[in-house]
T-cell receptor, first 117, second 110 residues
């Protein structure tokens, strides 16, 4: 199956700093990628849809100035958590849509565990 | 927004037993997907269903797309310890966005 690489897998940062998470589709071009947040023992909550070459579409309640998304190429989307605070600590997961089908399958990265001290 | 009701929330079974979990929705989906997530990892696609009534198998896993397009089930036969994890159903609309169920946590006792 298609491979999506997400880095870093784990990051610990101080409150007030910014953290960048990368999501790469390694063997296919993804015009659309998605970013999710997941709390322990809970489901995936969609944060935003990342579209190559255009602005991301954010879900209701997600602060776009807090969670900056850049999809500058067909294989890379980045999520930057700006001025991180402890409440931003969570598991962040990206997914990429495999193109060419009406209902594209999603392939997920391995996730990034963010801990803000 | 659309919501999926996934049940059961958790299951504790003996190795070798069969498992069944399901998802229902008040909305119609064009695609049903089943994923498994191991701790600290992203979800991995198990089975994708594209047609109402479709029954698809992947090894010991079998899933069906409900006739009404509002439900799906996943069966795991002869469970083994490595089946432990969280299983998520997801429904897709034409927009391509996936709506996820709350997950079923499976524990298999050797």
């Amino acid at each position: 199956g298609a491979v999506v690489s997400q880095h870093p897998s784990r990051v610990i940062c101080k409150s007030g700093t910014s953290v960048k998470i990368e999501c790469r589709s390694l063997d296919f071009q993804a015009t659309t990628m998605f970013w999710y947040r997941q709390f322990p023992k809970q489901s995936l909550m969609l944060m935003a849809t990342s579209n190559e070459g255009s602005k991301a579409t954010y879900e209701q309640g997600v602060e776009k100035d807090k969670f900056l998304i850049n999809h500058a190429s067909l294989t890379l989307s980045t999520l930057t958590v700006t001025s991180a605070h402890p409440e931003d600590s969570s598991f962040y997961i990206c997914s990429a849509q495999y193109p060419g089908q009406v209902d594209e399958k999603l392939f997920f990265g391995s996730g990034t565990q963010l801990s803000v001290l | 927004g659309q919501q999926l009701n996934q049940s059961p929330q958790s299951m504790f079974i003996q190795e070798g037993e069969d498992v069944s979990m399901n998802c229902t929705s008040s909305s119609i989906f064009n695609t049903w997907l089943w994923y498994k997530q191991d701790p600290g990892e992203g979800p991995v696609l198990l089975i994708a269903l594209y047609k109402a009534g479709e029954l698809t198998s992947n090894g010991r896993l079998t899933a069906q797309f409900g006739i009404t397009r509002k439900d799906s089930f996943l069966n795991i036969s002869a469970s083994i310890p490595s089946d432990v994890g969280i299983y998520f159903c997801a429904g897709n609309t034409n927009a391509g966005k996936s709506t996820f169920g709350d997950g079923t946590t499976l524990t298999v006792k050797p």
